[in-house]
């Protein structure tokens, strides 16, 4: 165990948290239904995420609902499956298309995703807003999905980040009986993985994004 000498954390298990935590989709357990509570302890732990004034102006909707879910798979697939087949025709290289490959796995799927979690915000995004607002208003949701994500991934349930129904907001809204002044951001499809093997994705290292100082001074 590598603790902290002052916080006391383990590094390396949060480590691990923070670099294995992936997007799950051909690993979902499709057989085994995901109990509420476990959703709702994540939801608990995602609601301590940052948000702009501390306004506490996200919500959260679990649907588990058959009939719910293939509806929103219908809307998913329409817009999923062109943009994936575009992506496909000019991401050629072999990291691309595995994201593609699996990706397209969860348009096949999503109804039988044992969970999909929407995360809301009460108000509307802000129109001819300054930059600031724009990005306060994302700022104050998306911490918490993340947050949902990591305390999931600890408790051996993965999710998947999707936004494509969302060009059908309205129409899923209805059907969900949101009100037209909420937003959804993002639909989590949840269930528990199978195996535990996941690995670090490549990234750029740190000291090839970062800058001292000024824009001039790349760290790296
Ligand atoms: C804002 C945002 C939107 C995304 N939308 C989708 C989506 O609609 N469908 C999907 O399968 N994945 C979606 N993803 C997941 C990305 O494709 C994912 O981050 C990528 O596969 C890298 O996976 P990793 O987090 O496991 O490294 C989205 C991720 C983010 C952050």
């Given amino acids: 165990m590598t603790q ?19 997007q799950v989709r051909q690993r979902l357990d499709l057989s085994r239904p995901v109990p509420y509570d476990e959703l709702l302890e994540c939801i608990e ?18 649907i ?5 879910k293939a509806a929103i798979a219908v809307r998913f697939a329409e817009v999923g499956r062109p943009y994936l087949a575009m992506n496909s025709e000019v991401r050629g290289d ?13 348009v ?16 509307r995004p802000p129109m001819n807003q300054s930059q600031g607002q724009v990005a306060a208003y994302y ?10 994500q990591l ?6 349930i993965g999710s998947a980040w999707t936004t494509f129904h969302l060009e059908h907001e309205a129409e899923i809204a209805e059907l969900l009986g949101i009100p037209p ?31 001292l100082n000024t824009w001039k001074n790349p760290v790296g």
């Fill in 4 to 22: 902290h000498p002052t916080t006391g954390f383990d590094l390396a298990e949060t480590d691990r948290l923070l670099t294995t935590t992936k």
């Fill in 45 to 62: 732990l995602a609601v301590h995420a940052p948000m702009g004034v501390n306004l506490e102006r996200n919500r959260w909707l679990i």
């Fill in 64 to 68: 588990d609902d058959p009939a719910l």
């Fill in 94 to 106: 072999d990291r691309s298309q595995r994201v593609i490959a699996s990706a397209n796995f969860l």
């Fill in 108 to 123: 096949d799927h999503l109804a039988e995703v044992p969970a999909l979690v929407l995360a809301m915000r009460l108000d």
């Fill in 139 to 148: 700022g104050s949701v998306l911490p918490g999905v993340w947050s949902f």
């Fill in 151 to 156: 305390a999931a991934r600890a408790r051996g």
């Fill in 181 to 211: 002044t909420v937003t959804q951001v993002c639909l989590l499809a949840v269930g528990y993985f199978t195996g535990d093997t996941f690995a670090p994705a490549p990234r750029r290292p740190a000291r090839d994004v970062t800058f």
